[in-house]
């Protein structure tokens, strides 16, 4: 694959769950909470880019449930950063490979906010294409949130 | 402790150019040779003409930060830059480093102050002529010692390959944008902008296996697989947008 990345992939090890006693459902909650933190799939067969609420939030495009308009989804991000998300597509599409990157995103207030992306291959017996996650990468040193609602025991 | 000797580097440095068949590859290989350099910045770019006024309609392929070249560009700096017509007028690489005063005062204070604010008190400024006759100019900057003559002949040197390259990446995104017809165009720009073929056969009024036939002709002509590298490559390829 010409692509190359400086970063090495890194498998996660399978970390014991059950003792602890935190689900899945709750593992991808806390990671998505306080965010915007969004899913897509791009399909293999069609082309054509599908996303949830946040996907299309970030990018700041109306929601619906048919194909995404990657055109203008792809003018919403820095033009220095979009040739090589297009080519990162097109070698995963090609070479059935996961990905990662980190990029900028239009923010619709004169600047761009830091966006990460991370895709995988899915075969075709599980829906064939790319899908991944989107989120708003807004790391901060010393910061505090609370859930909105909360009531003293 | 290894070392690799001038020509290791220059051959290594030459093959990574040499399989560089994109644009976006290409810079990435630029951005390693400057690094193997000791420079943090690479760009090329058009040779600036006596009519030019800004740096940024001129660059092809640059990692200058963009607050660099929107203040270099606010503050015309293009006409007062001491390379600027030497490019036009020679092909022998300039070279600078600030803290050498006989180059430094060849700088207006500005350009210097500016320079420095982003670490770019060496460099070198390659022109070269592409392969269209157009004339190019390789540019490299950042913070190390004074380049030495064997250092610049050497970059003279892979500075070739870098130029087959980018002559190879332009003959590539011609071909591919030639290789579509008008129709076959139309069809990946609805269908990258989410159009079903069944939608995209009654916008165009084709019936949507014509509108398939279209697809299948352009991932041929593209050279992709499947239809998400279609759309991604037209997208890279300005093809659509």
């Known amino acids: 694959m010409p692509l190359r990345f400086e970063q090495p992939a890194i498998e996660h090890r399978q970390q014991s769950r059950a003792h602890i006693g935190i689900t899945d459902a709750e593992a991808l909650t806390m990671f998505a909470a306080y965010r915007l933190f969004g899913f ?18 970030i990018f700041d495009l109306p929601y619906s449930e048919g194909p995404v308009n990657l055109t203008e989804l792809m003018s919403r991000i820095h033009e220095e950063d979009r040739l090589l998300i297009a080519e990162t597509f097109e070698q995963a599409s090609l070479y059935r490979v996961g990905f990662h990157y980190v990029y900028r995103v239009d923010n619709r207030l004169g600047g761009y906010k830091m966006v990460r992306s991370v895709g995988q291959f899915r075969d075709d017996a599980s829906g064939g294409g790319i899908a991944g996650i989107t989120y708003e990468f807004v790391e901060k040193l010393h910061i505090v949130g609370f859930e909105d609602g909360g009531a003293p025991l | 402790m290894s070392y690799m000797t001038t020509s290791e580097r220059q051959s290594l440095l030459s093959g990574e150019l040499a399989v560089a068949r994109t644009r976006g590859l290409f810079a990435q290989a630029l951005g390693r040779l400057a690094a193997a350099f000791g420079f943090e910045q690479a760009t090329l770019l058009n040779a600036p003409s006596v009519e030019d006024l800004l740096l940024k309609p001129l660059i092809i392929e640059s990692s200058l930060p963009a607050s660099y070249i929107r203040d270099f560009d606010r503050g015309h700096m293009l006409r007062a830059c001491p390379f600027a017509s030497k490019m036009r007028e020679s092909a022998v690489p300039q070279v600078w480093h600030l803290n050498d005063p006989s180059h430094a005062q060849a700088f207006p204070t500005v350009l210097q102050n500016l320079m420095r604010q982003h670490g770019m008190t060496a460099g ?5 002529n592409s392969g269209d006759g157009q004339r190019l100019v390789f540019w490299f900057g950042g913070e190390r010692a004074p380049l030495g003559q064997s250092e610049i002949n050497e970059l003279a040197m892979i500075i070739l390959y870098a130029l087959d390259t980018y002559n190879a990446v332009k003959r590539n995104e011609g071909s591919a944008h030639s290789a579509l017809s008008a129709r076959e165009l139309e069809v990946v720009r609805w269908t990258a902008q989410g159009k079903t073929s069944i939608e995209i056969g009654q916008i165009l009024t084709l019936s949507d296996h014509t509108v398939n036939a279209y697809m299948t002709n ?16 037209a997208i890279r390829l300005k093809l659509i947008n």
């Open chain 1, 40 to 57: 897509w799939r791009m399909d293999l067969g069609t082309g054509h880019f599908f996303a949830s609420e946040d996907v299309h939030q």
């Open chain 2, 124 to 128: 070198i400024a390659m022109p070269i």
């Open chain 2, 218 to 233: 352009a991932i041929k002509k593209l050279d992709c697989v499947n239809r998400t590298q279609l759309v991604a490559k």
